[in-house]
């Protein structure tokens, strides 16, 4: 479906419940709430489904929206879910409901009826802006969490994601916001980190290893290091760029113990090593510039096959 | 004189160098690269004079302009410099002759009979842009520095001083632009960090003071750490941000030892302080959000009187 056809669909629906991904991020939290405010804004019932892993840093733009206990909606969207297994555990009861799935994910696997895809967006809130321009006027209750959405998967216009097109609708949703507004949005986002963010990070610089004449950097977030910095989830969401930053290296590896025999691992990637192929190896996947997959075991464990995926990966070029 | 008077009074004259400002930034650099191309596409005579501080960084956009030995200018222009003092120490047989200043400090001191200011810019590079849009056509040769220029003053569209205006313009920017050029810009920019570096700012977290119950974040480059650390001068730009991430902070102070009595202060506060206010004490300048001074003394002495500076400037209020 292109966005005016999905604009035309959602005119025709009422009663809406949005759905969100696990470890919901500003993109999935902030597209949901402006669609939500939208669909409002036409006199319609909208609401999101409460997520509960959101975190301190997003709760504030979904909280609003979230659906009171036992409400029944008539139709179910998902925005920025690629995967219905991506979906938070209380997502189960409406996963075979789905009636239209928004996102720009590549690796989208069309679970419901109605899709509107654009893998070329930098993020779901750029398709969502384009659907809302099609549905109502753009007000700064719409333009902050789209804002947020945008910023958050081009981690404030910088990764390679970033277009002309991304730039030109951040002008549209600045010149309906306060800019003192979207100025502290931006210090929340990307200008503040917690003390205790920034001891870990510290210490995960002061830990890093490094492979293949510093094209490949490794650092480790095991379970003890959260404990020891008093860490909360939000200061340890995108700490997985870090890894990425170190000079002369394209491929930055984060090693992330869930729980004792449980690792996260998350690749961010140059344009030399493709970091969806190399998670898909390991059960996971994503974007060719940054990727994920959980794993079994230890960290070390952990390392070895991501190594070895990296490995058979660009061997294989 | 506003930026259409500007694009013609350029189109009247030949044989134009460049001025750019003492420790050369990307605002500074990237606007005068793209304005000396700009007039080079027109067919004329045009160069950047050197700048010898110039850092590894901005080089390659600065460079192919050099002015070459002996070269004579008919007329002088000085680009993102506020004040005759701050042009380097090569730029002095200039200083009286500058033809036209294109700036947007608000703290301009109108040095020259043609000054083309807006101070509501968030760089030059904004500036430059609308001066060159009435003087030629926008090519990737002229796009790059700008793109530098505007994301560079803006820390990549995440500052205070970044609008609506800001986003426009970069994407016009982009859209002459090669996708993958710009992200390696933003990368080597905004997503690269040396060793050296961070390092350096691990030991500043680990070092940091803390006072106003948070409120106000002290960090130290004592000449001693960039020794240590074998850091090179594009190791250091922009340390100064680091003081202002910390949470809870509204007010980040470097101290930065440039000799063994002499310290740069830099500051970088939110609306409850007025940092130029602080460093105008210190003999300094800059912006309400960010300014710096240079002062004789200690580490010790410097903290102590950029305190008491901030201390002065908040009982004031």
């Known amino acids: 479906m292109t966005t005016c056809e999905t604009a035309a669909y959602l005119k025709g629906i009422d009663r809406v ?9 500003g993109d999935t939290v902030g597209s949901a709430a402006a669609l939500c405010q939208a669909l409002r804004d036409l006199g319609k019932q909208a609401y999101m489904l409460p997520n509960p892993e ?3 840093t997003y709760a504030p733009y979904a909280a609003p929206y979230w659906a009171p206990d036992g409400w029944k909606p008539e139709h179910v969207v998902a925005v920025d879910v690629a995967d219905k297994k991506l979906l938070p555990g209380n997502a189960a009861p409406y996963a075979a409901a789905i009636d239209l799935a928004i996102d720009h994910h590549g690796s989208h696997r069309f679970f419901a009826p109605n899709v509107c895809l654009d893998a070329e967006a930098a993020a779901a809130g750029e398709v969502v802006y384009d659907i809302i321009r ?12 789209l804002y947020v959405a945008i910023a958050t998967d081009t981690g404030c216009f910088v990764y390679a994601n970033t277009t002309d097109r991304t730039h030109r609708i951040a002008a549209e949703l600045l010149s309906v916001l306060d800019g003192a507004k979207v100025a502290s949005v931006n210090k929340a986002l990307f200008r503040t980190k917690s003390r205790a963010r920034l001891a870990m990070e510290s210490r995960m610089v002061a830990d890093m290893e490094v492979y293949d004449d510093g094209r490949i950097v490794v650092m480790k977030i095991p379970l003890s290091l959260r404990t020891e910095m008093h860490a909360a989830e939000a200061d340890i969401e995108e700490l997985s760029s870090l ?5 002369g290296s394209d491929c930055g590896i984060t090693l992330r113990q869930l729980k004792e ?3 996260k691992i998350s690749v961010r990637s140059g344009s030399r090593i493709d970091a969806s192929a190399v998670c898909a190896r390991l059960g996971g996947g994503g974007h060719k510039g940054a990727a994920g997959a959980t794993v079994e075991g230890s960290m070390d464990e952990a390392k070895v096959a991501v190594l070895r995926a990296v490995a058979e990966v660009t061997e294989e070029r």
């Open 17 to 25: 419940l949005i759905l969100t991904h696990a470890r919901p991020d």
């Open 54 to 56: 959101i975190t301190a």
């Open 134 to 145: 099609d549905l109502t006027t753009l007000t700064p209750a719409i333009a902050l969490p």
């Open 243 to 247: 890894a990425a930053l170190v000079e």
């Open 261 to 263: 025999d449980t690792v």
